[in-house]
Nanobody, 115 residues
């Protein structure tokens, strides 16, 4: 099994920056990522990073968000710049267990961007 502990989100003004982190423990993990769910909307993938460092982003955050990871810890980070009110959501960390492909989720952390 995999346990995920996310950092706190917070309230940020539009145009500001925030960095989220998520530390994994337990079984080895493969890909890790961040999803978000805004009020009244479905959960969506924000960014994904493979164990080898390959990345994928939803179009709406390209050029503003950067996902990275430290395999030694292992921890995944999401650097969010030029935040917009539409980025307001609960952000969830995700990790896929390496040998079972079971997905694990963090509890979620609220990011609020004020206009």
């Amino acid at each position: 099994q995999v346990q995920l502990v996310e950092s706190e989100g917070g309230l940020v003004q539009a145009g500001g920056s925030l960095r989220l982190s998520c530390a994994a423990s337990g079984s080895a993990v493969g890909s890790m990522g961040w999803y978000r769910q805004a009020p009244g909307k479905q959960r969506e993938l924000v960014a994904l990073i493979t164990r080898g460092g390959g990345t994928n982003y939803v179009d709406s955050v390209k050029g503003r968000f950067t996902i990275s990871r430290d395999n030694a810890k292992p921890t995944v980070y999401l650097q969010m710049n030029s935040l917009k009110p539409e980025d307001t959501a609960v952000y969830y960390c995700n990790a896929r267990e390496m040998f079972t492909s079971v997905d694990y989720w963090g509890k979620g952390t609220l990011v609020t961007v004020s206009s």
